[in-house]
């Protein structure tokens, strides 16, 4: 009987203990994750903001598609991935509803995210701005 306590102890604590092992490698490599995805975000949002702090008129004479990157887009450097920068019309257009793709010139759209497709988070982030 004793023999067989000690297997089964053996398989409970075996079958406890991969899940736990896994679980630690994975706390244990949390903080690097981290750490990337701040610095992403970071980046987003930092190049969103100096794009924010352009005129409007910049702005507006830098409007196209939607989904077509504008000039306001940054390549990858040391620090920072590449994120694209997306400025478009968001006004009256000629069926008199607010939308994107619209042809009125007091409302514009601005996005930017990680140009990266294989980004496991692109980190969007999008505002309206007004004239």
């Known amino acids: 009987m004793t023999l067989l306590e000690a297997v089964f102890a053996m398989l409970l604590l075996s079958v406890c203990l991969l ?3 896994e679980a630690l490698r994975t706390a244990i490599a949390a ?3 981290t750490a990337l995805a701040a610095r992403d975000l970071d980046c987003v949002s930092a190049q969103m903001e100096t ?3 352009e005129s409007y008129d910049r702005l507006l004479a830098a409007a196209g598609a939607i989904d077509k990157p504008s000039p306001y887009s940054v390549g990858a450097t040391a620090s920072c991935p590449a994120v694209d920068v997306f400025v478009a019309r968001y006004g009256n ?3 008199r509803k607010i939308g994107p793709g619209g042809s009125g010139d007091y409302l ?6 990680l140009a990266d497709a294989t980004a496991s988070q692109p980190y969007p982030l999008a505002t309206l701005v007004a004239r």
């Open 19 to 21: 899940p736990a092992a």
């Open 93 to 95: 257009d000629g069926t």
């Open 108 to 113: 514009l759209y601005v996005g930017a995210r």
């Open 51 to 53: 794009v924010l702090g």
């Open 31 to 33: 903080p690097a994750n």
